[in-house]
């Protein structure tokens, strides 16, 4: 099984509609993100979490929130999905020391039509 | 603000060759630096850390190094194969390690049997 699964692999939807994208790690991490990477920009950071009782905003959060409901579990959500949020979405855990690596899933891919 | 470049965007070789891919990074004040693969449909797999005290990392055929004063990391691929067909992408972590990695815009890599 994987250390980081990302669910759903897929998914297409309409504006306006409310989609949460979720994400659980077996790798014991305190630390989990939220990136999206579109074609020729790379990865951004979208949220960011060192623990369950802290979250913090990334380089790109409006129009999207977060909740950490476990260590083990990071959810992203879009309130009112537009368009230009179609993207690829990934999460990525690392421990809480330093100089360590970031370790991802396998993304989902999201497409607001 | 950091900013990160690759160049190229986009590389070819014939299978055996040794080839080396460019990051290039505007605030020296970085606390590591990190090589990712990303395969298509798969999240990205860390290749190689490198701390800011340290010049170079390597895993078996790969070597990284790392200029930090000029702003400037290499990633060396000896006697490459077609499975090492993949992006390449670096990213950094600021000073402040907060946690968040900067990403490049990635290097596709095609090895030609």
């Known amino acids: 099984d994987a250390d980081v699964t990302q669910t759903p692999r897929n998914r297409i939807t309409k504006t306006g509609k409310r989609i949460m994208l979720e994400c659980s790690q077996t790798?014991?991490?305190?630390?989990m993100y939220w990136y999206r990477q579109d074609p020729g920009l790379g990865l951004r950071l979208i949220y960011y979490?060192?623990?369950?009782?802290?979250?913090n905003k990334g380089e790109i959060s409006d129009g999207y929130s977060v909740s950490r409901q476990a260590q083990a579990k990071f959810s992203l959500s879009l309130e009112s999905a537009i368009p230009n949020q179609t993207a690829l979405y990934f999460c990525?855990?690392?421990?809480?020391?330093?100089?360590?690596?970031?370790?991802f899933g396998d993304g989902t891919r999201l497409s607001i039509l | 603000k950091q900013e990160v470049t690759q160049i190229p965007a986009a590389l070819s070789v014939p299978e055996g060759e040794n080839l080396v891919l460019n990051c290039s990074f505007t605030d020296s004040a970085i606390y590591n630096l990190q090589w990712f693969r990303q395969d298509p449909g798969k999240g990205l797999t860390s290749l190689l850390l490198?701390?800011?005290?340290?010049r170079e990392q390597t895993s078996g055929r790969l070597n990284a190094s790392l200029d930090k004063s000029s702003g400037r990391s290499t990633l060396y691929i000896a006697a490459s194969q077609p499975g090492d067909s993949a992006t390449y992408l670096c990213?950094?972590?600021?000073?402040?390690?907060?946690?968040?990695?900067?990403f490049g815009q990635g290097t596709t890599l095609q090895v030609k049997p």
């Open positions: 790798k014991g991490h305190d630390r």
């Open positions: 490198i701390q800011s005290s340290q």
């Open positions: 979490s060192f623990d369950v009782k802290d979250i």
């Open positions: 990525a855990t690392s421990e809480d020391v330093s100089n360590q690596p970031q370790h």
């Open positions: 990213a950094v972590t600021p000073s402040s390690n907060t946690g968040k990695l900067i």
